[in-house]
């Protein structure tokens, strides 16, 4: 795993976003103050990758910036040729989010993972570590640098199970013991089915089969020469029997045609007396429809006359409707004449009283102004009594030599002052005369609205009396519209009672329109009556027509051509009518009809008597191959029933000897079949042996211990080559009895335990461990997984001496040089200053922020 970029905002000291972009760096040093923020950038790559931080484990919400509502972190990293991208989200109040992307062809693309622990578990299978064995091999935070070197020696072996990939011993040996389970439930399986599937199979069972087979063979050739022996009996019996069925379906087919003929006879007799009836029915309706349209013309004609001097039906009942509103109207003359008179004689009252009003409303605006003025006066006296008294109230406080209370004046004398005017007395004036200017308002304003109610009742009047002139004008045009155009329509003058008169005008024209519908009904249902009556004539000539064409097409020639020839000579020629030119008339034409049914009656059963005597030599030859079919079958009645019988037995004699082929072959079949499957149930009780054997050789206290073990020992041994240019040559690392230690050879070769060292020496021990662990990773795993490509140290240089410094130095140099991304957070200048880039971190009032040196 290598970052890539990562971006911070709203984390712990990073309140604003910073991003570092690492993607071509190998190696860098963070520097920067205390309490800077060196340390949570790699708390932000733990908390992407894992949502957790060395400092605050899994509360990191205890990470978001003072004052932030949430903290966001985005990591770029690869893991071999693959890029990806998490994200993850935690307010100060809530829970936390996250988000796993992956790059495909220039796009980020979300990877199935849904949720934060859908998340953690992709990262871990991604990366190929969980978050203890990453915080011990790549990123090593304050305070578990050594852990490796003198931690817990089981989690040790943990930790080097996922780093070298050896969970794959764990996993083959899980699936060694799940394939020797299933081989033993297949032997289980297979035993079941030999006893209960193949019990029977033996030499026997096959050779009882083969004796079956053998039997049904034997009969099925017997029914083979039985069959041919028949066929040639079959072939004779054609010869023979091709005539009587000849002459027994020229008799049946005579037969069909007599009958054909004989209902001929019947229908065309039942005919002629139908075509009689249906001739004289059609006469009689074309008169009456004649007549019928003779009927309806004569009143069509006399409609035409009526409305040709006097208009059609609907305009006549229009005036008549008109004639019958003539007095309406006339009252509706007089009516407009009476509300004019009333309007105009209302005239003279309504402008005395728009007078009178007018006058009532100037002497209340008079006497409104009169007492304004009264209240006018009055205020102006109350406020001269106001001040009177002011003055008199300030007078009595005056004394000689003091300052003068309004003014600030020394006195030197009093002033002279007079009885003030009654207040009390002022005021009540006053009010009396605001009562008596608002009753005099109040009086004007009932006034005004007297006067304008009266302005309105006489402009309403008028107005009345032009409407009514107007409508009187119009009544009048309507109602002499209506006369002048009755009198048209009357010969010039009105009658005593022009609606009556139209009246009967409009039922007279009603009723001649009436007697036309009448009358062109009766035509219709006349040429109707004509029109079916005709269909009917023409349909029974059809039927007698079609009876005729009937007898035409009876097939009598061609039979009578076919009995005579299979007869052989043996029957003479019938006698029957001919068909060539039938009679028009329906009863000579059934005449002919029963000569025809007759005389092929007769030569229907002189065909048949013929055909019952040549039948009796088909017996005979079904009595020459009885004795040969005894004990196949029983012998039928005729020899193609035989032949059908045989070729049925054989048909079923086939298929019994092939199912005894097929019981045979399966015997045989289930016998293999059983001694392939003891081959098979011999072959896995092999396997499960040998898969026992190798599930207890994988164990973890076997394989996996001796694999961890031996990388344990090269880990120490790569480890010494450090610590001994570290050390001056002083300290070896040494791995004994499952756990570190460390060989002095300043003290005789003294090997102790790591645990023993002081801080410095546990320092360049465990940096020693973790240079080894980068480099030799690659080469001890069993899967191609396990490469540190990073590593981040934040711990313990300042305790190096100069000489150990540049040592370390020079270490970490070679790991970057090898492709490896190495990172170093420190505060030695001369270690930040030798490594090509730096990010320092500066610190704000703001919060703190990274600024990149390079060189």
Same mark, same amino acid.
């Given at each position: 795993?290598?970052?890539?970029?990562?971006?911070?905002?709203?984390?712990?000291?990073?309140? @604003?976003?910073?991003?570092?972009?690492?993607?071509?760096?190998?190696?860098?040093?963070?520097?920067?103050?205390?309490?800077?923020?060196?340390?949570?950038?790699?708390?932000?790559?733990?908390?992407?990758?894992?949502?957790?931080?060395?400092?605050?484990?899994?509360?990191?919400?205890?990470?978001?910036?003072?004052?932030?509502?949430?903290?966001?972190?985005?990591?770029?990293?690869?893991?071999?040729?693959?890029?990806?991208?998490?994200?993850?989200?935690?307010?100060?109040?809530?829970?936390?989010?996250?988000?796993?992307?992956?790059? +495909?062809?220039?796009?980020?693309?979300?990877?199935?993972?849904?949720?934060?622990?859908?998340?953690?578990?992709?990262?871990?299978?991604?990366?190929? &570590?969980?978050?203890?064995?990453?915080?011990?091999?790549?990123?090593?935070?304050?305070?578990?640098?050594?852990?490796?070197?003198?931690?817990?020696?089981?989690?040790?072996?943990?930790?080097?199970?996922?780093?070298?990939?050896?969970?794959?011993?764990?996993?083959?040996?899980?699936?060694?013991?799940?394939?020797?389970?299933?081989?033993?439930?297949?032997?289980?399986?297979?035993?079941?089915?030999?006893?209960? !599937?193949?019990?029977?199979?033996?030499?026997?069972?096959?050779?009882?089969?083969?004796?079956?087979?053998? !039997?049904?063979?034997?009969?099925?050739?017997?029914?083979?020469?039985?069959?041919?022996?028949?066929?040639? &009996?079959?072939?004779?019996?054609?010869?023979?029997?091709?005539?009587?069925?000849?002459?027994?379906?020229?008799?049946?087919?005579?037969?069909?045609?007599?009958?054909?003929?004989?209902?001929?006879?019947?229908? &065309?007799?039942?005919?002629?007396?139908?075509?009689?009836?249906?001739?004289?029915?059609?006469?009689?309706?074309?008169?009456?429809?004649?007549?019928?349209?003779?009927?309806?013309?004569?009143?069509?004609?006399?409609?035409?006359?009526?409305?040709?001097?006097?208009?059609?039906?609907?305009?006549?009942?229009?005036?008549?409707?008109?004639?019958?509103?003539?007095?309406?109207?006339?009252?509706?003359?007089?009516?407009?004449?009476?509300?004019?008179?009333?309007?105009?004689?209302?005239?003279?009252?309504?402008?005395?009283?728009?007078?009178?009003?007018?006058?009532?409303?100037?002497?209340?605006?008079?006497?409104?102004?009169?007492?304004?003025?009264?209240?006018?006066?009055?205020?102006?006296?109350?406020?001269?009594?106001?001040?009177?008294?002011?003055?008199?109230?300030?007078?009595?406080?005056?004394?000689?030599?003091?300052?003068?209370?309004?003014?600030?004046? &020394?006195? !030197?004398?009093?002033?002279?002052?007079?009885?003030?005017?009654?207040?009390?007395?002022?005021?009540?004036?006053?009010?009396?005369?605001?009562?008596?200017?608002?009753?005099?308002?109040?009086?004007?304003?009932?006034? *005004?609205?007297?006067?304008?109610?009266?302005?309105?009742?006489?402009?309403?009047? @008028?107005?009345?009396?032009?409407?009514?002139?107007?409508?009187?004008?119009?009544?009048?045009?309507?109602?002499?519209?209506?006369?002048?155009?009755?009198?048209?329509?009357?010969?010039?003058?009105?009658?005593?009672?022009?609606?009556?008169?139209?009246?009967?005008?409009?039922?007279?024209?009603?009723?001649?329109?009436?007697?036309?519908?009448?009358?062109?009904?009766?035509?219709?249902?006349?040429?109707?009556?004509?029109?079916?009556?005709?269909?009917?004539?023409?349909?029974?000539?059809?039927?007698?027509?079609?009876?005729?064409?009937?007898? +035409?097409?009876?097939?009598?020639?061609?039979?009578?051509?076919?009995?005579?020839?299979?007869?052989?000579?043996?029957?003479?020629?019938?006698?029957?009518?001919?068909?060539?030119?039938?009679?028009?008339?329906?009863?000579?034409?059934?005449?002919?009809?029963?000569?025809?049914?007759?005389?092929?009656?007769?030569?229907?059963?002189?065909?048949?008597?013929?055909?019952?005597?040549?039948?009796?030599?088909?017996?005979?030859?079904?009595?020459?191959?009885?004795?040969?079919?005894?004990?196949?079958?029983?012998?039928?009645?005729?020899?193609?029933?035989?032949?059908?019988?045989?070729?049925?037995?054989?048909?079923?004699?086939?298929?019994?000897?092939?199912?005894?082929?097929?019981?045979?072959?399966?015997?045989?079949?289930?016998?293999?079949?059983?001694?392939?499957?003891?081959?098979?149930?011999?072959?896995?009780?092999?396997?499960?042996?040998?898969?026992?054997?190798?599930?207890?050789?994988?164990?973890?206290?076997?394989?996996?211990?001796?694999?961890?073990?031996?990388?344990?020992?090269?880990?120490?041994?790569?480890?010494?080559?450090?610590?001994?240019?570290?050390?001056?040559?002083?300290?070896?690392?040494?791995?004994?009895? *499952?756990?570190?230690?460390?060989?002095?050879?300043?003290?005789?070769?003294?090997?102790?335990?790591?645990?023993?060292?002081?801080?410095?020496?546990?320092?360049?021990?465990?940096?020693?461990?973790?240079?080894?662990?980068?480099?030799?990773?690659?080469?001890?795993?069993?899967?191609?997984?396990?490469?540190?490509?990073?590593?981040?140290? @934040?711990?313990?240089?300042?305790?190096?001496?100069?000489?150990?410094?540049?040592?370390?130095?020079?270490?970490?140099?070679?790991?970057?040089?090898?492709?490896?991304?190495?990172?170093?957070?420190?505060?030695?200048?001369?270690?930040?200053?030798?490594?090509?880039?730096?990010?320092?971190?500066?610190?704000?009032?703001?919060?703190?922020?990274?600024?990149?040196?390079?060189?």
């Amino acid at each position: 795993m290598r970052p890539l970029r990562l971006s911070v905002k709203g984390f712990t000291a990073f309140r @604003d976003e910073v991003e570092l972009d690492l993607s071509d760096l190998d190696l860098f040093a963070i520097t920067g103050p205390t309490g800077a923020g060196k340390s949570s950038l790699l708390d932000a790559i733990t908390y992407a990758l894992y949502g957790r931080a060395d400092r605050v484990g899994r509360q990191v919400a205890q990470l978001v910036s003072q004052g932030q509502p949430q903290m966001a972190v985005v990591l770029e990293f690869a893991v071999g040729d693959r890029r990806y991208r998490v994200a993850r989200r935690t307010p100060a109040n809530g829970a936390s989010r996250a988000k796993l992307e992956r790059l +495909e062809g220039g796009a980020w693309r979300d990877e199935p993972a849904d949720g934060v622990r859908e998340v953690d578990d992709a990262i871990e299978r991604i990366v190929g &570590l969980d978050y203890e064995a990453f915080t011990r091999s790549v990123l090593l935070p304050q305070g578990k640098f050594q852990g490796f070197l003198v931690g817990d020696a089981k989690e040790r072996r943990r930790i080097l199970t996922e780093l070298l990939g050896l969970e794959l011993f764990e996993r083959l040996g899980k699936r060694a013991g799940e394939l020797r389970r299933a081989a033993e439930a297949d032997v289980r399986a297979k035993r079941g089915v030999l006893e209960a !599937e193949y019990a029977g199979a033996s030499e026997e069972a096959v050779a009882r089969a083969e004796e079956a087979l053998r !039997e049904a063979e034997a009969r099925e050739e017997r029914l083979r020469a039985v069959r041919e022996r028949v066929a040639g &009996l079959l072939d004779r019996w054609r010869g023979i029997e091709a005539s009587v069925g000849s002459l027994a379906s020229c008799a049946e087919e005579a037969r069909e045609v007599a009958a054909h003929a004989r209902r001929r006879e019947e229908e &065309l007799g039942a005919l002629a007396g139908r075509l009689a009836e249906a001739a004289e029915a059609a006469e009689a309706r074309r008169a009456e429809a004649e007549a019928a349209r003779e009927e309806a013309d004569r009143a069509e004609r006399e409609l035409r006359d009526a409305e040709r001097r006097w208009g059609k039906a609907p305009a006549v009942a229009a005036l008549a409707a008109k004639a019958e509103g003539l007095e309406r109207l006339r009252a509706g003359v007089e009516e407009a004449e009476e509300e004019l008179r009333g309007a105009t004689e209302r005239r003279p009252a309504l402008e005395a009283a728009r007078d009178a009003a007018a006058a009532e409303l100037e002497r209340r605006e008079a006497a409104l102004e009169e007492e304004r003025r009264a209240l006018a006066e009055a205020e102006e006296e109350l406020e001269r009594a106001r001040h009177a008294n002011l003055a008199a109230a300030v007078r009595e406080r005056v004394r000689v030599g003091e300052p003068c209370p309004v003014c600030g004046v &020394l006195v !030197e004398r009093l002033p002279r002052g007079g009885r003030p005017p009654d207040l009390e007395r002022a005021q009540r004036a006053a009010q009396r005369a605001k009562r008596a200017a608002e009753e005099a308002e109040r009086a004007r304003a009932e006034a *005004d609205r007297a006067a304008r109610e009266a302005e309105a009742a006489l402009r309403g009047n @008028d107005e009345d009396v032009a409407r009514c002139e107007r409508d009187l004008r119009r009544r009048r045009e309507e109602l002499e519209a209506v006369r002048a155009e009755l009198r048209a329509a009357l010969g010039g003058r009105l009658p005593r009672d022009p609606a009556r008169a139209l009246r009967e005008r409009r039922e007279r024209l009603e009723e001649l329109a009436r007697a036309v519908e009448r009358a062109r009904e009766m035509a219709a249902a006349a040429e109707r009556a004509r029109s079916e009556a005709e269909r009917h004539l023409t349909e029974v000539r059809g039927e007698v027509d079609a009876a005729r064409a009937a007898i +035409e097409h009876l097939p009598v020639g061609g039979l009578v051509e076919r009995a005579v020839a299979a007869a052989g000579g043996a029957l003479p020629r019938p006698e029957l009518p001919s068909l060539a030119a039938l009679p028009e008339e329906p009863g000579a034409l059934a005449e002919t009809a029963r000569a025809l049914a007759k005389g092929l009656e007769t030569f229907a059963a002189d065909l048949s008597r013929l055909a019952d005597e040549r039948r009796g030599a088909e017996r005979e030859l079904l009595a020459e191959v009885r004795e040969a079919v005894e004990g196949l079958l029983a012998v039928p009645g005729t020899l193609r029933e035989l032949a059908e019988a045989l070729d049925a037995a054989r048909g079923r004699q086939a298929a019994a000897v092939g199912e005894l082929r097929a019981a045979l072959d399966h015997e045989r079949g289930r016998l293999a079949a059983a001694a392939r499957l003891a081959e098979e149930v011999g072959a896995l009780e092999r396997r499960a042996g040998v898969l026992e054997a190798l599930a207890k050789e994988l164990r973890q206290d076997r394989l996996i211990a001796f694999l961890q073990r031996e990388a344990l020992l090269v880990l120490a041994d790569a480890a010494t080559e450090r610590l001994a240019e570290l050390s001056e040559g002083r300290y070896r690392l040494a791995y004994l009895g *499952d756990e570190f230690s460390v060989i002095d050879t300043w003290n005789g070769e003294e090997a102790r335990s790591a645990r023993t060292l002081s801080g410095g020496e546990t320092f360049l021990a465990s940096l020693a461990l973790a240079l080894a662990l980068s480099e030799r990773v690659a080469s001890l795993s069993v899967t191609e997984r396990a490469r540190l490509d990073s590593l981040f140290l @934040d711990e313990g240089f300042g305790t190096l001496d100069p000489e150990s410094l540049e040592t370390v130095v020079e270490a970490i140099e070679r790991l970057g040089s090898d492709g490896k991304l190495v990172g170093v957070i420190t505060h030695v200048p001369e270690l930040a200053i030798r490594l090509p880039v730096r990010f320092e971190v500066v610190k704000s009032p703001r919060g703190s922020r990274v600024e990149v040196v390079r060189g």
